[in-house]
């Protein structure tokens, strides 16, 4: 999804850290995930960078967002895995120039926060 003609992401190890320039919609999923208050936000360069931020951050709870064939994986690769997982299909998916839909984007991730704040009720 991002915008790679004025795209100032800083790549790190199998992810870009997002400098929120307004150039794509990951600002605008970057600030509602800091509206939510969601620990973490990562922009990976490909499903199998997910295995590595698993293990080393164990969540119990995921929401990616992503073509149907990197989400179908995510959700193979999690099934044994104690991780509630959501998801957001891309609108548009591709290698490049890939899109989301925000309000569903937003829809998911707030119905994801109540979700979690019932179970710990
Ligand atoms: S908002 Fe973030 S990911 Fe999108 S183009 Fe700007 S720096 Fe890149």
Known sequence: M???VVCAAIEKD???IC???GGCKISDITKL?????????YIVKG???IEKIIREQKPEAIVGI???FEGN??????????VAVQFVPLTKDGC?????????????LKYAVCSESNLKR
């Not at 995930?33 to 936000?41: A, Q, T, V």
């Open 2 to 4: 991002r915008n790679t």
């Open 14 to 16: 199998r992810c870009y």
């Open 19 to 21: 400098t929120e320039c």
């Open 33 to 41: 995930i800091r509206k939510l208050n969601y620990r973490d936000l």
């Open 47 to 49: 499903g199998r960078a």
């Open 66 to 68: 992503a073509c149907f």
């Open 73 to 82: 994986q995510a959700f193979k690769m999690l099934k044994d895995e104690n």
């Open 96 to 108: 490049a120039t890939t899109d989301t839909d925000l309000t569903e984007v937003e829809k998911v």
